[in-house]
C-alpha cells in the first residue's frame, strides 16, 4: 500500500484498471481482527476467502484461506483450498467441500 502523504490514507492497486483508498495502516486483515474480537471467534476458526492482491493480508490472517478458482497467483502460497470461479457457485462448492454448512 503505497501511503499518501499528510492524507491519513494510503492507495493499493489490486489491478491494472482500479485503485483502492484505505486509511493508513488497515487492511482487510485488520478488518477481520476486528470482527473476530467483537464476536469472540477464535482465528483459528475464521474463513477468508479471497482472489485479488488487494485480498492477501486477509488471507494470511485467517485460520483458513480459500481463494477462488480465479485468482490473482500472489495468494496461492497462503490457500488452504481453491475453490471454484465465482460465477461457477465457488463460495457455496468450498462451503459444502469444507462442510462450512
Known amino acids: 500500500i503505497l501511503k499518501i502523504p499528510g492524507s491519513g490514507y494510503g492507495v493499493h492497486r489490486p489491478g491494472t484498471r482500479a485503485y483502492e483508498c484505505v486509511p493508513a495502516g488497515y487492511d482487510k486483515a485488520t478488518a477481520m481482527?476486528?470482527?473476530l474480537k467483537y464476536f469472540r471467534i477464535p482465528r483459528e476458526e475464521s474463513y477468508a476467502f479471497g482472489d485479488s492482491a488487494n485480498d492477501l493480508a486477509m488471507i494470511q490472517y485467517a485460520g483458513h484461506s480459500v481463494i477462488m478458482g480465479q485468482h490473482d497467483r500472489i495468494?496461492?502460497?497462503y490457500a488452504s483450498?481453491?475453490?471454484k470461479?465465482?460465477?461457477d457457485d465457488g463460495i457455496a462448492f468450498a462451503f459444502e467441500k469444507l462442510k462450512i454448512v
Open 33 to 35: 481482527e476486528f470482527i
Open 75 to 77: 495468494l496461492e502460497p
Open 81 to 83: 483450498f481453491i475453490t
Open 85 to 87: 470461479n465465482v460465477e
